[in-house]
């Protein structure tokens, strides 16, 4: 089983910027599909940055493309979401997704609120 807790969370103003933090209780070095995802309220979960192969760029959803940056640090297997010039539109619980052996995680969420 492996543990993914997200940290980073919170609230701020409109074009303010959070990092946020996932870290795996394994390690994620052999992982090649990691990403942020997030969900809205009365919306679907919506993927925002990841990678889906070995030595694949990140990807990124377009209304996040330039704003958000996806990176991962193997040697504390944790990956992470840089996010600057926020939205109110950016508001949401943000979940990070680590595939390892075959099998999908997930982590429990943290919130987002961008609000002046």
């Known amino acids: 089983q492996v543990q993914l807790v997200e940290s980073g969370g919170g609230l701020v103003q409109p074009g303010g910027s959070l990092r946020l933090s996932c870290i795996s209780s394994?390690?994620?070095?052999?992982?090649?599909?990691l990403g942020w995802y997030r969900q809205a309220p009365g919306k679907q979960r919506e993927f925002v940055a990841g990678?889906?192969?070995?030595?694949?760029?990140?990807n990124y959803a377009d209304s996040v493309k330039g704003r958000f940056t996806f990176s991962r640090d193997n040697a504390v297997n944790t990956v992470y979401l840089q996010m600057n010039s926020l939205k109110p539109e950016d508001t949401a619980v943000y979940y990070c997704?680590?595939?390892?052996?075959?099998?999908?995680?997930w982590g429990q969420g943290t919130q987002v609120t961008v609000s002046s």
């Open positions: 990678i889906s192969s070995s030595g694949g760029r990140p």
């Open positions: 997704y680590v595939s390892l052996n075959g099998y999908g995680y």
């Open positions: 394994r390690s994620i070095f052999s992982s090649n599909v």
